[in-house]
Each structure stands twice: as C-alpha cells, then as structure tokens.
C-alpha cells in the first residue's frame, strides 16, 4: 500500500530511540500497519501482528472508506506465529490467548481515535510480556488548536477537513454545539452544517480527551514504568486561552499530542 511514512518513522525511530529497538521481538501495532519492509525489514521484528477498526475508516470516510486495507480476519480469529498479519477490530477485543505474548507494542496516531483509552492500555497491558514495552502516541489531540480532526466533509466541490477547517482554530472548544451551527449556519447550508457537527461533537471517529485524562489512564493501567510524552503544538493567545480556561478548567491546551510509553 502507498502510505506517506514521514511521521510514522519519526515516531518508531522515537521509540528505538527510547526504549530499545525491534529486533528479535514479537510486536502488537494498534490503529494502522507500518509496511511489512519497515517492521520485518528496516527494524527486523521476529513477527509483526496489526489490530485496526475498520468502523473508524467507514464512519469517518464513507462505505468505501480506506479502501486499500485488506486484513487477514477479524481480530477474535487472530493467530500467532505468522511473520505480519493485519487483524480488523478493536485492540479491546485481542483474544486472551494472546495475554503475555508480545514484546513491544507500537502504535502512531491511533490513540486520540479510541474511544476507550483506559480498556485499549488495558488490552495492551494484558497483551505485553512483563518487561515489555510500548510506546503510543496520540496526534493531534481533542485539546490542541485542529483536534477535532475533522474527515473530508465536501461543499460546493470544496474539501474541508482539519486541514483545510470550516471555522477558527480552537473554535471546537470554544463553541458549543448550538454556538457552532450559528456559526456554520451563516456560511454552509444545514445538511453541510449538520455533517461538520456530527463529526465534532457527536461521532465516535475522535475521543474527545484531554491531556490530563491520558495521563491519568497511563497513571492507572498498571504498567511498573510509564511516562507521558507531550509533542509541542500551537500556543493559545491569551484571550483564546482565558476563554478555555473558563470553559474547561486550566488543562494543557498547547499539547499537539501525547506519547504514551514505558515497560510493563
Ligand atoms: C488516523 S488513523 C492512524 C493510522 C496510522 N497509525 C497512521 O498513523 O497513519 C487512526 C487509526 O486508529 C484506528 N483505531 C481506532 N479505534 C481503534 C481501536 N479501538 N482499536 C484499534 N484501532 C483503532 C483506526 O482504524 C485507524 O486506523
């Protein structure tokens, strides 16, 4: 498959970096696979074993959505012992067979997307060897300036996204679900309006959570050494940071993301 792997190797060249490399070791990916070359090849991983959920590329992107995926089954039939085999489901569900079989769990920009983050390091939890490690990052984060990750959503032959967004940055938190549909209402017609809505405020394709809540997660999971990593992003004026602060108590609000990791 074709995939622009720029970040991605920044990330697993991270978690070398800081925990250790891949060789030799049995790896859990979470939310995604990295080619077979980079995790058989480049880091010469002994087996590679992928978990996504097809249901966030359907919901986000359409029936058709992420197209170019195929995987070996769903995640309750996964086997052990095959080289690289991708698993559709959630991570919450990797079968208890599994509990203390992998050496290192991987994971890029996956976590802002699961709805359960406490259950996923649980799961990830169960699934390491004592001494395992993991490392997981999340990007960008309901808390940061474009972390409400908006899909592709089309206007007058016009893409909007979270790369090219329909409203100010920070405007998610800033906005209430009714302020936003005034807002959007004054320049998209309802069905469009309604479309960005969804995504921001209602759909599960996003978590919604803040950097305390992740590090409270990790805090909890049970892992005998974890860290919480934060990834730099936009800084708020005051005025924009004033507001957030009133509305959702004082957080980390210049966090683009989080990296989650450590050793069981
Ligand atoms: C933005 S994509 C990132 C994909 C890839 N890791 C990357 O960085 O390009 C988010 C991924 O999280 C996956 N995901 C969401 N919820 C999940 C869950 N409960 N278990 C496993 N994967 C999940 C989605 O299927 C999707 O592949």
Same mark, same amino acid.
């Given at each position: ?15 070398? #970096?800081?925990?250790?490399? /891949?060789?030799?070791? #049995?790896?859990?990916?979470?939310? *995604?696979?990295?080619? =077979? ?6 880091? @010469? ?7 996504? /959920? ?34 559709? *489901?959630?991570?919450? %569900?990797?079968?208890? #067979? ?13 976590? !802002? ?15 390491? @060897?004592?001494? *395992? ?17 908006? +899909? ?15 409203? +100010? ?38 978590? #919604?959570?803040?950097? !305390? ?20 992003? !936009?800084?708020?004026?005051? %005025?924009?940071?004033? =507001? ?6 004082? =957080? ?9 990791? *450590?050793? @069981?």
């Amino acid at each position: 498959m074709t995939q622009d792997l720029s970040y991605h190797l920044h990330h697993i060249d991270a978690a070398v #970096r800081l925990l250790g490399g /891949f060789e030799g070791c #049995r790896v859990l990916e979470i939310g *995604g696979r990295l080619p =077979r070359e980079v995790g058989l090849g480049t880091y @010469k991983a002994a087996e590679w074993l992928c978990v996504d /959920f097809p249901g966030y590329w359907h919901e986000a992107y359409g029936a058709s959505g992420h197209p170019e995926v195929a995987y070996d089954g769903p995640v309750e039939s996964a086997v052990s012992g095959l080289a690289w085999s991708s698993w559709a *489901g959630s991570v919450l %569900d990797l079968p208890q #067979r599994f509990d203390g079989y992998f050496d290192f769990a991987f994971s890029t920009c996956a976590f !802002e997307h699961i709805a359960d983050v406490k259950g996923a390091l649980s799961a990830i939890h169960r699934g390491l @060897k004592d001494g *395992g490690r993991f490392f997981l990052s999340a990007m960008a984060i309901w808390p940061s300036s474009f972390g409400h990750h908006l +899909p592709p959503v089309f206007h007058d032959g016009i893409e909007l996204s979270y790369a090219n967004p329909p409203f +100010p940055v920070w405007s998610h938190l800033l906005q209430d679900r009714e302020g936003m549909a005034a807002l959007l209402e004054q320049t998209y017609p309802r069905e469009v309006a309604e479309r960005i809505l969804h995504f921001v405020y209602d759909s599960p394709h996003i978590n #919604r959570q803040f950097v !305390e809540d992740y590090a409270e997660a990790l805090e909890n999971a049970g892992f005998s050494e974890s860290r919480l990593g934060h990834v730099e992003g !936009e800084e708020p004026s005051a %005025d924009i940071l004033s =507001r957030l602060v009133e509305r959702w108590g004082p =957080r980390r609000y210049s966090d683009l993301g989080v990296v989650m990791l *450590g050793h @069981k």
